[in-house]
């Protein structure tokens, strides 16, 4: 059994125009000492999605099963999530002085976040603690950073006593949201190398939510990759870097600068995501891809297994074997397709084709 | 205090004539922090660009990269003429620019342009994308009524927007659209640069990857010349000529894209490079990381010699004493240029080191 | 995904919306759309024009009942004991003064006197406070020095002091009322107009503009001024009552237009002595005031909800919070499901 099992999650929020359908179903575990990378786009629902977990998406219609070491999160009251949240499951925020207050000592919020979980816990004690916190995520002088304010650290510090606190209760669970997108890259390093470190030591379970496909080969054993709500590709990083089926991945792969192809041109995904509104019927994709076929119009897919080992799989109509960016996957992509377009997604795929770098059309 | 780079640095590349369109010399801008109290005086000044040389080629493309509080962006504005310049020279096609008047700088405004970081604060949310665009036209009184509005519109298409939603507001586009209407308002007036500061880093990759081919175009049709300010090192390298990493407000290192990017001298740029995340997990284990140590140290109280070496696993007592000149390095391309007294060799490995200094309070 | 991404997201669409028309939907649009679903705000947009209709066809309104603003009625209007006679006596719908006129008539004449002078000074003031608070925000330096000083002293300096020496000096009138009115609306305008101009200065579109060469006058009233009009048209709004009130005030105590011209304040100043006896010759136009503040009050209340969507959205998400709570009483607590959300099988 893994530590965390989400199945079929869905959230959605009533507005004034219409229900946001944040997250449309989606299923994955976390094993403990493991890392899974959710990797999308703004507006694809990772953040959402984890902020339900932890009963921080406020106004969300929520359904699904989150068994966390057997319980339901779902289904806690605030009061019993409020327990599990940072002693069992710890967040790191995007922007650490949203987390951290600005008007306490860092080292006090620290002493507080142990206080609050476990009273038997003396002040002094507790102060102790958050000395060897700091010192652990390596910030240099603890003892007298401790009765510094958030302001007085730099964005990277800043962070790093975020991961402090994170870990003042030795949680199970890390939920990081795009921890490093504010910091500059020599930064981000320093705090990809503490997680992994921290993460090695403690055999903690670590979620990172990113849209930088960098940190996730960097960081991650599995990867979710989310369109609009729902899981486009699920596999182990490997399988994503290398194979990977669902043609969103392919794009967002290709769209990266890459220094072998330095001066040429890119490929970028046309079009653009669409409203969680007023979501396109079929795959919500199949309006930007390339291999648009004729049930993508009208069936969404689910997940299912292109692998062998069944751990790769891909919500794609493609065929299974059609994975890869090698020439043969192509192949066999192109012969699906070719067989499989008519009329109407004959149609799109030659709007696609004819303005492969206007996002212009995509809203009229 | 000045750095001056050799005079045909970073202008000899791949494209471009490498005729010399603009050229910076010696730039310093030093921002006065003022004290509280009834009588406001400067307590100390924040050396935001402290010695920058460049020159831009016609048709080429400059990278500048860096990061936080290196100075790039406002590097940037010194050049575009929109803050003063403390000291050091601005050169368009042989003119002195440096802090022209408003009036005297408008014939110049034309031919230097902006495109600016956040899609979302760069347009005025509340006018239409048709005046949006169409402002230069109107500030430099060039066309109007119905002639400016068929500009706007063949400006608007050539950017890939539908020109029928000239009477849209910004807030009806999404973030790449909007990054396109910055890009048509900077081409109106067909400049010969445009200084993009960070123009990508605010959208998601698969957009990033549409406007970038949108700017190569605009460049190949226009002939355009850019000064392209990014953290995204991938990025930079995708679009650039000639590459300018700088660091706390000086050049560490400048030069053609590939000697820079391939065998970089400057330990700085050997851990910005080996920093960058890369999209390919066996490169990712491979990669020996060379991890920094504490943050960039503040800009009012810059360390002496070398700014860097406070942070430098290859730091020596010299280095904190002696302001390393930029100069070319033996073994490389007469335009490749570090400053740093102990350079990088090939096949040299940095280790992570192990100061503690250069901590920011 | 954020909640400031899902706001997003509903802007995206209501603003593309379902027809998606080649015009772009503009922040009035909007505003309206807002507006209109405001109910108090509805109900005081209609009273105000009532009352604005009724000002301005004020002879019409006086010709049906036969009775002039200024005209006493010696004989109906005045009981045998030479006093005030009271509302639906001899014709007189509220009643009549102590020297037998038309309450009523006078009232509706009274309203245009309020209105103009509310609506003129909001617009003088308005519009000095406006230029003042641009001028002083965007340009900065000594210039902003000096005119906050100058702000400061107007909104410091007593009102009734000035308005007394300059009625005794050229004599009170309506210039003179309109003139102090306008003086001490714009300071308050002029203040929150520059705080804006301080912060919209500092944003990206400013300098765009300046990187297109722009001078600060284009940007102060093309890129700035569209900027400020959501402020300002509140603060514009919740300024009429106030003038309204203001100029009753200064007529009460005798330093504005003067008797017998019929104004709100005139009427209550008249009916100092004589409300024991009458009570209606206070009580209507002093209604006839509250209810007019009270409407603008509203009006401008609902404005700023509607042009701050933000609100909106507050309101959206505490309707579907209270909906949760009845559909989790039903369903006996936890979480509900989404009825709306497709049954699409997910591995």
Partial sequence: MSLLEVSDLRVSFPTADGVVRAVRGVSFNVDTGRTLGIVGESGSGKTVLTQTLLGLAPGGQVSGRAMFDGTDLLALRPDQLRKVRGAEIAVIFQDPLTSLHPLYKVGWQIVEMIRSHDKSVSRKQAAERAVELLARVGIPQPRQRVSDYPHQFSGGMRQRAMIAMALALTPRLIIADEPTTALDATVQAQILELLMDLQQESRTALIMITHDLGVVADIADEVLVMYAGRAAEKAGKHDIFYAPHHPYTKGLLESIPNSSAAGDRLRPITGQPPSLINLPPGCAFHPRCAYVMDRCLTEEPALAAVGADGEHRSACWLPVAAAGTAGDAEAIRRRAVEQNRHEAAARIAAAIAAAPESEGSAIA | MSETLPSDAATAGHGGSGEELIRVDSLVKHFPVRGGGLISRTVAQVQAVDGVSLTIGRGQ????????????????????????????????????????????????????????????????????????????????????????????????????????????????????????????????????????????????????????????????????????????????????????????????????????????????????????????????????????????????????????????????????????????????????????????????????????????? | MSISEIQFQAQTVEETGAAAGIEGRSQWWLTWRRLRHDKMAMISLAVIIAMAVIAIVAPAFAGLTGHAPNTVYPNQGLSQSGGPVGPGTHGFLLGTDELGRDIFVRIIYGARVSLFVGIITTVIGTTAGVSMGLITGYLGGWVDAVLARIIDAVLAFPYVVLALSLAVVLGPSLPVVIAVISFFSWAAISRVVRGQALSIKEREYIEAARSLGAGPWRIMFIDMLPNLIAPVLVLATLSIPAAITFEATLDYLGLGVQPPTATWGNILAGAQAYYSVAWWYLVFPALALVITTIAFNLLGDGVRDAMDPRTERIFAAGRARKRRKQAAAVSSGGPTTDPAAPSAPTA
Avoid: W
Avoid at chain 2, 96 to 125: A, H, V
């Fill in chain 2, 61 to 361: 493309t400059i990278g500048l990269v860096g990061e936080t509080g290196c100075g790039k962006s406002t590097l940037a504005r010194c050049i575009a003429g929109l803050i003063p310049v403390t000291s050091g020279t601005v050169t368009f096609e042989g003119t002195d620019i440096t802090n022209l008047s408003r009036r005297r700088m408008q014939p110049y405004r034309r031919e230097i342009q902006m495109i600016f970081q956040d899609p979302y604060g760069s347009l005025n949310p509340r006018r239409r994308v048709g005046a949006i665009i169409g402002d230069p036209f109107a500030v430099h009184k060039t066309a109007s009524g119905a002639e400016r509005k068929r500009a706007v519109q063949e400006l608007m298409e050539r950017v890939g927007l539908n020109p029928e939603h000239y009477n849209r507001y910004p807030a009806e586009f999404s973030g790449g659209q909007r990054q396109r209407i910055g890009v048509a308002r900077a081409l109106a007036l067909r400049p010969k640069l445009i200084i993009c500061d960070e123009p990508v880093s605010a959208l998601d990759v698969s957009i990033q990857a549409q406007v970038l081919n949108l700017l190569a175009d605009l460049q190949q049709d226009y002939g355009l010349s850019y000064l392209f300010i990014a953290h995204d090192l991938e990025v930079v390298r995708h679009v650039s000529d000639s590459v300018v990493v700088m660091y706390l407000g000086r050049v560490a290192e400048a030069g053609p894209r590939d000697p820079v990017y391939d065998a970089p001298r400057h330990p700085y740029t050997n851990a910005l490079l080996s920093a960058a995340p890369a999209a390919d997990p066996d490169a990712a284990a491979r990669r020996q990381r060379i991890i920094l140590s504490g943050d960039v140290p503040s800009p009012i109280n810059p360390p002496g010699g070398c700014r860097f070496h406070p942070r430098c696993p290859k730091a020596q007592d010299l280095c904190g004493q002696q302001v390393p000149p930029l100069e070319v390095k033996a073994g490389d391309p007469a335009a490749h240029v570090t400053a740093c007294h102990f350079p990088v060799q090939a096949g040299e490995v940095l280790a992570s080191s192990g100061s503690t200094g250069g901590q920011t309070r």
